[in-house]
């Protein structure tokens, strides 16, 4: 018996071929981007949109994350397949995984090699995708990512190589299965926490900025951000969270106007932690800062965002999202 898998198409390099000048362009439709499908495999196309990721906004996420929840609802489908951009895939899948039921499955890819080239990366990567969405009907990892043979889950999922097919990786734990020669060995399950129902989001998202701590930061984006109406701030903080004074004392002025703080680190491995006084993370605890643990800042936004959007209180809020806190 064939497994029906419903492929959602969004663009990226794995639906791009350069343009006369040399420009790397979307070109592909979704109908074109599915070549050979694995045996026992059924597919069907949504085309949702054709769009580079890094020109994708919080409202595209939420359109495929709509398309994507009302497909593994539907009767007779077995598994969903999202085609997307590479640059901004982790967050994507991460706000996917948020607002996924605890049952399900979905399955990201793309492409690091566009589709005009002679040995293109995509067409492997989809067929990957497909075995992994066939194969984990009802398993119930949330949203992972199929690149290169690994799968990993969209919590952990980052890219880390610019170019190289290997584009994505898991720092500090690694992939949750792999396929080989056509077979899918899946090792771990995600740990899933409750997380959120796409209506309760509802239409006009919360604004959440990251702002980056290095040397010498004087707190003035911080404050800039306050000013514009930020409903959350993510700080990508030093080390194992550190801000310098100027930012320290900006935080003061957030958590006091009810702003809440999730403090990250700009480190690839390693949680963000309060270990350091004298004006260390520590003291960001002490304003009413909340760490995030090895969450990193982009899908922290994602997950205060989310929060923020189902309650308008911002104790609520953080209420919410403190079981997603812990690796």
Do not use: W
Not at 144 to 166: C, F, N, P, Y
Not at 291 to 307: E, H, I, V, Y
């Amino acid at each position: 018996m064939s497994t029906r898998v419903r492929v959602i198409t969004t663009g990226g390099t794995i639906a791009s071929r350069p343009d006369p000048n040399g420009a790397v362009s979307i070109a592909v439709s979704g109908h074109d981007v599915v070549g050979t499908v694995p045996a026992g495999v059924t597919v069907e196309i949504d085309e949702a949109m054709l769009v580079h990721s890094f020109n994708l906004t919080l409202d595209g996420v939420r359109h495929i994350a709509e398309r994507v929840c009302a497909a593994v609802t539907e009767p007779g489908v077995d598994g969903v397949v999202v085609t997307h951009g590479t640059d901004t895939m982790e967050e994507t899948a991460y706000f996917v995984d948020l607002v996924l039921g605890p049952d399900r499955t979905v399955v990201f890819t793309g492409a690091q090699r566009h589709a005009g080239e002679a040995d293109g990366d995509g067409p492997r990567n989809l067929a990957d995708a497909l075995r992994v969405a066939a194969a984990t009907a009802g398993r119930g990892l949330g949203a992972v990512i199929a690149m290169a043979g690994g799968v990993h889950a969209a919590r952990h999922a980052t890219k880390a190589h610019t170019v190289a097919m290997e584009a994505f990786d898991s720092p500090d734990h690694g992939p949750i299965g792999h396929v080989y020669g056509g077979r899918v060995r899946v090792t771990a399950t995600p740990v899933r926490p409750a997380g959120f129902d796409l209506a309760e989001l509802g239409g006009q998202a919360a604004r959440v900025d990251i702002v980056p701590v290095y040397l010498g930061a004087d707190g003035v984006h911080v404050a800039a951000s306050l000013a514009a109406g930020a409903r959350g701030i993510v700080l990508e903080a030093l080390g194992a969270g550190n801000p310098t004074p100027g930012v320290l004392r900006e935080v003061h002025a957030c958590v006091a106007a009810g702003v809440p703080v999730l403090v990250t680190s700009r480190c690839r491995r390693g949680p963000a932690v309060p270990l350091y006084g004298r004006g260390g993370g520590a003291d960001l605890a002490d304003a009413g800062a909340v760490f995030a643990d090895d969450l990193g800042a982009p899908k922290a936004r994602l997950l205060l965002t989310a929060a923020l959007s189902a309650e308008a209180n911002p104790e609520r809020a953080l209420a919410r999202l403190r079981p997603h806190l812990t690796s």
